[in-house]
Nanobody, 124 residues
Framework: QVQVVESGGGLVQPGGSLTLSCATS????????VGWFRQAPGNEREWVAS????????EIAISVKGRFTISRDNAKNTVYLRMDSLKSEDTALYYC?????????????????WGQGTQVTVSS
């Protein structure tokens, strides 16, 4: 049974930082692609970042490039999303999605396993 659990969200002031964690079990993340998505109220789910087992360079959405970083600890079967210089428009529920091919990394409907999400609120 695959489990995906996000953590690390919270309330942060503009310009602040957070690191989200995506802990998984039942799947070996070193052999597949993991992605982060976010969804703000009234908006569609948006792809944020992905990291794959065979790619040296993970991929970050243009909207957050230069501020967000995705990384992976295979020993812990955990993926991280480091978020710096946070803005109010980054406020959303952030989801971790697991186990797809790299070619589908931006497509939410191609990930079979999802966490429950962790809320990030950027506000002064």
């Amino acid at each position: 049974q695959v489990q995906v659990v996000e953590s690390g969200g919270g309330l942060v002031q503009p310009g602040g930082s957070l690191t989200l964690s995506c802990a998984t079990s039942g799947v070996d993340i070193s052999g597949t692609t993991v992605g982060w998505f976010r969804q703000a109220p009234g908006n569609e789910r948006e792809w944020v970042a992905s990291i794959g087992w065979s790619h040296a360079l993970p991929e970050i959405a243009i909207s957050v490039k230069g501020r967000f970083t995705i990384s992976r600890d295979n020993a812990k079967n955990t993926v991280y999303l480091r978020m710096d210089s946070l803005k109010s428009e980054d406020t959303a529920l952030y989801y971790c999605a697991v186990d797809t091919d790299w070619g589908y990394r931006k497509q939410a409907d191609r990930y079979p396993y999802w966490g429950q999400g962790t809320q990030v609120t950027v506000s002064s």
